[in-house]
């Protein structure tokens, strides 16, 4: 069936970077596109972007673009998430979402989610 | 950005009962290309990543009960559960994938009355 497997927890002071991975199986890779999605405890989902798989092309969020990069390896299967100068209001869990085709939108399958603290 | 919200933001139905959540976008999400409406909905129950219920505003996702149905085109859209069981306490989200960037409504929780 069908899984996204996510990276484990980050903690992270204020400035740094974070990578977050997310590896799916149960599907080709390069046919689907991967979307990130996070969401502040206790609030709703933010939208940072997506990848398309097959070619590489990235879409962002313009609210994140400056300090988002969206990346993946089709050798080893896997996605990425990397947000820079982190500060305390990007504590939050990030989710990989498959797109429903290659530069899809239309989220299907979820990751299981990836928690990053952001503390001093 | 296209702002998705939702009524009610929580809502009591007692079991076996009909639960009815709207979600009413700022700008239409129907796509004059293919008359098909951008619109999802999902389930999220506590500590658990989101599931798609539905897609294109009326077609459920594999694997989904039938008690789930969406209905509605251009700025405003139903999630009907039919008949409430036990296991569908959550919060439930609509969310536009018309226009970038990809905007969700502000949830709407849902209990057992």
């Known amino acids: 069936q069908i899984q996204l497997v996510q990276s484990g927890a980050e903690v992270k002071t204020p400035g740094a970077s974070v990578r977050v991975s997310c590896k799916p199986s149960?599907?080709?890779?390069?046919?689907?596109?991967i979307n990130w999605v996070r969401q502040v405890p206790g609030q709703s989902l933010e939208w940072l972007g997506c990848?398309?798989?097959?070619?590489?092309?990235?879409e962002y969020s313009q609210k994140f673009q400056d300090r988002v990069t969206i990346l993946r390896d089709t050798f080893a299967n896997t996605a990425y998430v990397e947000v820079t100068s982190l500060r305390s209001e990007d504590t939050a869990v990030y989710f990989c979402?498959?797109?429903?085709?290659?530069?899809?939108?239309?989220?299907?399958?979820w990751g299981q989610g990836t928690l990053v603290t952001v503390s001093s | 950005d296209i702002v998705m919200t939702q009524s009610p933001d929580s809502l009591a139905v007692s079991l076996g009962e009909r639960a009815t959540i709207n979600c009413k976008s700022s700008?239409?999400?129907?796509?004059?290309?293919?008359?098909?409406?951008?619109l999802s909905w999902f389930q999220q129950k506590p500590g658990q990543p989101p599931k798609t219920l539905i897609s294109?505003?009326?077609t459920r996702e594999s694997g989904v009960p039938d008690r789930f149905s969406g209905s509605g085109s251009g700025t405003d859209f139903t999630l009907t559960i039919s008949s409430l069981q036990a296991e569908d306490v959550a919060i439930y989200y609509c969310?536009?994938?018309?226009?970038?960037?990809?905007?969700f409504g502000q949830g709407s929780r849902l209990e057992i009355k």
């Open positions: 294109a505003a009326s």
């Open positions: 149960g599907y080709t890779f390069t046919n689907y596109a």
């Open positions: 700008q239409s999400v129907l796509s004059s290309a293919n008359n098909k409406n951008y």
């Open positions: 969310q536009q994938y018309h226009t970038g960037p990809i905007t």
């Open positions: 979402v498959r797109g429903s085709g290659p530069g899809s939108w239309r989220f299907d399958h």
């Open positions: 990848i398309n798989v097959g070619n590489g092309n990235t």
